[in-house]
């Protein structure tokens, strides 16, 4: 007995079990032969296994609730609406056997890392996403989204168009809820880069190129304007824009809305946990926004023209006449600056003094001329015409041999 005790300790050792457990074995091998090697779960359903019915509910739901979701936001909207946890891989194996999802492997270009910045407010990533956001249930809407490139700290509002006035109406909503941000990064549309020429008076002041309203702007509140030269530069928010483009679009839908003010009454809701749940630590505890003390935001958030003083003191803006009703006194004005104003107010201002004006509702009309009919003289050439020369060619039809044929003749 000593001799088997040894002999089991040794097995019990080398295939990794306890000695009690070699005992229980060897006990089935001499009952049962080499079919007590089998293990008694053999052929039986897991106690841990999911039962099958919870997996045709899951598949129901998802046919029904978050067809076209993502495995991973499926199972994320299962446990937060309909309290069912199932893990994203076991979701993702069950809809790829239902023919409801496919394995989406992408190669991507090898492209250089840049590393984050250091600090929350150093630089934001600064973009427009045009797309159907609302799925034919109302307009379509443009996406203006801000991401601090330290924490991926996400701000965006949703505006019916991208250009200047919702630039600037988001970068007042940004500076309201962060602050100032050190740089800015931007791609090359139009409403971020100018496009035109310098005036000779911008060449005279030395001005190396010229800057759209919203670098003007920006450039007033002391932030360093970046732009880049390809889509991947800006990668941070491209990726941010294709995460919204299936998570935002899909939350939308389950809220059933329908119209811009609803959405962003949404964003204001989603946009904290999202920042909460996908942020992420800065390498440094220092935050560079700048709080606005002191700044007019209003008036450097503005469209301002310059336009020429006429000599009866009205300006053209906008195909519209404005009367000047003040200036300032002993003083020859040449030119004004019109501000419009994100809130659709406009001020018209000389030396950042505001004029008082008004609109000018019809123009004068011009008299008309009355125009004279006159008698239309006959012409009468002189003698010296070639038409009175006294060499001409006539044609006379005379008959020759009983037949009719035209006949050159001079005459003098």
């Known amino acids: 007995m000593n001799q ?15 000695e009690r457990q070699v005992r229980r074995i060897v ?39 978050y067809l076209g979701f993502g495995p991973t936001l ?80 996400v701000f965006a509002r949703f505006y019916e168009y991208e250009g200047t006035f919702p630039a600037m109406d988001s970068l007042l909503a940004y500076i309201t809820c962060y602050g100032i941000p050190q740089s800015v990064y931007l791609d090359k549309h139009t409403t971020y880069k100018s496009t035109g020429k310098l005036t000779i008076e911008e060449e005279l002041a030395g001005i190396m190129e010229p800057k759209s309203q919203f670098e003007r702007a920006l450039d ?43 959405a962003n009454r949404f964003l204001e809701e989603y946009l904290p946990v999202y920042n909460q749940r996908f942020g992420v630590s800065p390498a440094k505890e220092v935050n560079l926004h700048r709080k606005p003390k002191g700044i007019d935001l209003d008036r450097i ?43 659709g107010r406009m001020y018209i201002t000389y030396n950042r003094l505001k004029l008082k004006y008004r609109k000018i509702d019809a123009r004068p009309s011009k008299p008309k001329e009355q125009k004279l009919l006159k008698r239309r003289k006959t012409y009468i050439p ?23 044929k035209p006949c050159l003749v001079n005459t003098k």
């Not at 998570?247 to 119209?259: A, C, F, Q």
């Not at 469209?303 to 195909?319: C, P, S, V």
């Open 220 to 262: 007033e509140l002391g932030v360093k304007v970046i732009h880049c030269n390809s889509p991947q530069a800006k990668g941070r928010i491209e990726r941010l824009f294709g995460t919204f483009q299936d998570r935002v679009i899909k939350e939308m839908r389950l809220r059933d809305i329908k119209s811009k003010e609803e």
């Open 382 to 404: 002189p003698r010296d015409h070639p038409w009175r020369r006294s060499n001409r060619t006539i044609f006379r039809s005379m008959q020759h041999e009983g037949e009719n």
């Open 74 to 153: 499926a199972s994320e909207k299962l446990l937060e609406r309909d309290e069912i946890r199932i893990s994203r891989e076991t979701l993702r194996k069950w809809l790829i056997e239902e023919c409801l999802w496919q394995r989406r492997r992408k190669r991507r270009k090898h492209r250089r890392w840049r590393e984050r910045k250091g600090c929350f407010g150093e630089m934001v990533q600064v973009d427009g996403s045009h797309h159907d956001w609302l799925e034919g249930r109302g307009p379509e809407l443009v996406l203006m989204a801000y991401i601090d490139d330290a924490t991926s700290t």
């Open 4 to 18: 088997y005790g040894s002999y089991q300790r040794e097995s019990a050792c080398i295939v990794g079990l306890s």
């Open 301 to 343: 958030l503005s469209i301002r023209t310059e336009r020429a003083l006429r000599g009866d003191f009205t300006i053209a803006h906008n195909k519209q006449l404005y009367q000047i009703e003040n200036t300032p006194p002993n003083t020859r004005v040449k030119s004004v600056v019109v501000e419009e104003r994100i809130d």
């Open 27 to 65: 006990k089935r091998v001499r009952a049962e032969g080499e079919a007590g090697l089998i293990h008694r779960s053999r052929g039986r359903p897991s106690n841990r296994g999911i039962p099958h019915w919870l997996r045709e509910d899951v598949i129901r739901l998802y046919r029904r609730n």
